[in-house]
């Protein structure tokens, strides 16, 4: 293998550059940081899916409809935003507003409640294997064994029979605890794509935020206890300067005597020193036993043990 240690390096990164990026991960714990850790981020807002707005293509006829004045009232662009804008856009659920275009099987509509009922009910037309149709074990007539005699579309009643069975599937739904005593607008679906993937994501986001919070209660604790140490220890650091200081004064004593041909004679250690010493020693009996040095040495294994990683979401 080759030996890349004796590689000079073109473009060496400067040991301040080194120490900046690295300071954010060994500086001490701030009153900022115990703050932070207090809050909890739970945002309602993120978690709404916002009101669906106005269809694209009524938004874009208001939009050329102002573009042309009062005044022009043969343009085609014109009458054509208008009577897209005129137009009802919900579905007729009335039957008397039902025209003779509209009852054909393609355009008659029932309630919205008891098409999806209906819709969840009704078998699907799947091709078997050997050719013939059916759904599972039910099979199909083929046109051979169907009458010749050709059915008639089945004409809606003006005596309100969709409504009617929509508030009895209502009724029935409710009383056994399905549906909700509120009623549904059913002017404001959200049922595409996109609101999909909201919800999707929302749920991911909603896990998300419960295994912050949960690390959130195992960091705030420790957090608290190194705030502590670090105090202790800035102390410590203190007078350990202190006792340095009168050591580097003692030894230049020391060695200036050691130059002369007179027998040197033991110094005594100054008041200063013995003070230093003192307090270093009252403050480590007084105090030092709150902080042991294997609680707060390197771990040995994370803290989130314990906590799930990443939540696992499936994009329904």
Same mark, same amino acid.
């Given at each position: 293998?080759?030996?890349?240690?004796?590689?000079?390096?073109?473009?060496?990164?400067?040991?301040?550059?080194?120490?900046?990026?690295?300071?954010?991960?060994?500086?001490?714990?701030?009153?900022?940081?115990?703050?932070?850790?207090?809050?909890?981020?739970?945002?309602?807002?993120?978690?709404?899916?916002?009101?669906?707005?106005?269809?694209?293509?009524?938004?874009?006829?208001?939009?050329?409809?102002?573009?042309?004045?009062?005044?022009?009232?043969?343009?085609?662009?014109?009458?054509?935003?208008?009577?897209?804008?005129?137009?009802?856009?919900?579905?007729?659920?009335?039957?008397?507003?039902?025209?003779?275009?509209?009852?054909?099987p393609g355009a008659a509509r029932?309630?919205?409640?008891?098409?999806?009922?209906?819709?969840?009910?009704?078998?699907?037309?799947?091709?078997?294997?050997?050719?013939?149709?059916?759904?599972?074990?039910?099979?199909?007539?083929?046109?051979?064994?169907?009458?010749?005699?050709?059915?008639?579309?089945? #004409?809606?009643?003006?005596?309100g029979e969709p409504l009617s069975?929509?508030?009895?599937?209502?009724?029935?739904?409710?009383?056994?605890?399905?549906?909700?005593?509120?009623?549904?607008?059913?002017?404001?679906?959200?049922?595409?794509?996109?609101?999909?993937?909201?919800?999707?994501? #929302?749920? #991911?986001?909603?896990?998300?935020?419960?295994?912050?919070?949960?690390?959130?209660?195992?960091?705030?604790?420790?957090?608290?206890?190194?705030?502590?140490?670090?105090?202790?220890? #800035?102390?410590?650091?203190?007078?350990?300067?202190?006792?340095?200081?009168?050591?580097?004064?003692?030894?230049?004593?020391?060695?200036?005597r050691k130059r002369k041909s007179?027998?040197?004679?033991?110094?005594?250690?100054?008041?200063?020193?013995?003070?230093?010493?003192?307090?270093?020693?009252?403050?480590?009996?007084?105090?030092?036993?709150?902080?042991?040095?294997?609680?707060?040495?390197?771990?040995?294994?994370?803290?989130?043990?314990?906590?799930?990683?990443?939540?696992?979401?499936?994009?329904?």
């Amino acid at each position: 293998q080759d030996d890349f240690s004796r590689v000079k390096v073109t473009n060496q990164v400067q040991i301040q550059t080194y120490w900046a990026a690295m300071e954010p991960y060994f500086r001490n714990i701030t009153e900022e940081d115990i703050a932070l850790l207090e809050t909890t981020n739970e945002d309602p807002e993120t978690l709404a899916i916002p009101p669906l707005g106005k269809f694209y293509a009524y938004k874009w006829a208001a939009e050329e409809l102002a573009h042309f004045p009062d005044h022009m009232h043969h343009s085609k662009t014109r009458h054509a935003a208008r009577a897209l804008l005129s137009a009802d856009s919900h579905t007729k659920s009335h039957p008397d507003a039902l025209v003779g275009s509209e009852l054909s099987p393609g355009a008659a509509r029932i309630a919205p409640l008891t098409e999806r009922i209906v819709s969840a009910l009704v078998a699907e037309r799947l091709v078997l294997a050997d050719g013939s149709q059916g759904s599972g074990d039910a099979r199909y007539r083929t046109d051979s064994e169907c009458s010749d005699t050709e059915i008639e579309p089945r #004409q809606l009643s003006s005596s309100g029979e969709p409504l009617s069975l929509e508030d009895r599937m209502k009724r029935e739904l409710r009383y056994i605890g399905i549906l909700d005593d509120d009623d549904i607008n059913w002017d404001d679906r959200q049922d595409d794509e996109v609101c999909a993937t909201i919800r999707a994501l #929302q749920r #991911q986001l909603r896990e998300q935020t419960r295994i912050n919070n949960l690390r959130t209660e195992r960091l705030l604790p420790a957090a608290k206890e190194h705030s502590g140490y670090q105090e202790y220890m #800035q102390v410590i650091d203190e007078l350990d300067k202190q006792v340095e200081q009168c050591y580097l004064k003692r030894h230049r004593q020391t060695k200036s005597r050691k130059r002369k041909s007179a027998p040197v004679k033991t110094v005594s250690l100054s008041d200063n020193a013995l003070n230093a010493m003192g307090r270093r020693r009252r403050v480590i009996q007084a105090i030092g036993h709150l902080f042991p040095e294997h609680k707060f040495a390197l771990p040995t294994e994370s803290i989130f043990n314990g906590i799930p990683q990443n939540p696992v979401i499936q994009m329904k």
